[in-house]
């Protein structure tokens, strides 16, 4: 556990522990995904709640479906690819 500094996630200025070590095992664990043009930071103050209450929390940032980049919105790579990336998240999650 570190001392919380303000960096950029996403279009927003946050105040994150970067870099801090899990401890613990078996912790709960909340994957999040933004929605229509969002990014990582979207959802940013109930991923801190979340945290504080001793959950793990994920965000992504979709490729083709974010704040910088809507080239797979309204298309079937929109609905084909977001639910890829989550499970390559998750994967990564549980395997870590």
Do not use: C, W
Request: aromatic letters at 6%; proline letters at 4%; glycine letters at 10%.
């Amino acid at each position: 556990m570190g001392k919380p500094v303000s960096v950029s996630v996403g279009p927003f200025q946050q105040m994150v522990v970067h870099d801090s070590v899990v401890s613990g095992n078996r912790l709960p664990l909340v994957l999040i995904s933004h929605g229509t043009g969002g990014s990582e930071g979207s959802h940013y103050d109930t991923a801190l709640a979340l945290a504080a209450e001793g959950f793990v929390v994920v965000a992504l940032t979709h490729t083709g479906d974010n704040y910088m980049d809507q080239s797979y919105v309204g298309n079937r790579m929109n609905l084909t690819d977001r639910p890829r990336q989550v499970n390559v998240v998750l994967s990564y999650m549980l395997s870590t």
